[in-house]
């Protein structure tokens, strides 16, 4: 019993962790820096998929950094985030990670990954880190191009959990 007991309150707190990401992508799109960023933990270390950035392993910064970065760069142009295709997975009482599928529209248009862990305090799940990986740019200009990933490289920060139970 204890098992399945595990197993529906892991879908309540992976349903909490998507419904995070959906705030995300309101307070980007709705440009509500305030929103966007209560999505973040203080110490979270985000990076990746900022268009004219070099490829390779992304620089990592703070989410006050972050925030200020991605308002600037999108400034008043209506975005579109969607995030689909995802897989959370809950490791242990208050930490968790997230691979997602995303597309952009309005600045440019792009596709990739987002890979994420979270953690939980005081009740509320945010993410703890954060790293995209554009596999695709067809923004049309070298202005708001991104530096292509791969799919091995988003396979390889994946690594399979071990879940006794699935």
Not at 39 to 49: I, M, N, S
Not at 55 to 71: I, Y
Not at 77 to 106: F, M, N
Request: glycine share 12%; net charge negative.
């Amino acid at each position: 019993m204890a098992v399945v007991v595990s197993r529906i309150e892991d879908l309540v707190e992976v349903e909490a962790i998507r419904q995070l990401k959906m705030r995300y992508c309101l307070g980007l799109d709705s440009k509500d820096w305030a929103l966007y960023r209560s999505c973040f933990a203080d110490g979270a270390r985000l990076g990746g998929g900022v268009p004219g950035s070099d490829s390779g392993d992304p620089q990592l910064v703070g989410p006050d950094e972050w925030v200020a970065s991605v308002a600037a760069t999108v400034g008043a142009v209506k975005t579109l985030h969607t995030v689909h295709g995802s897989i959370v997975e809950i490791i242990g009482p208050d930490s968790a990670r997230g691979l997602w599928q995303y597309t952009q529209r309005g600045w440019g248009r792009t596709g990739g990954y987002y890979t994420e862990e979270y953690l939980k305090a005081n009740g509320a799940w945010k993410i703890a880190s954060m790293r995209i990986t554009p596999i695709f740019a067809n923004s049309g200009d070298d202005v708001t191009e991104c530096a292509p990933g791969s799919f091995e490289e988003v396979a390889a920060m994946w690594p399979p959990l071990s879940r006794p139970w699935l």
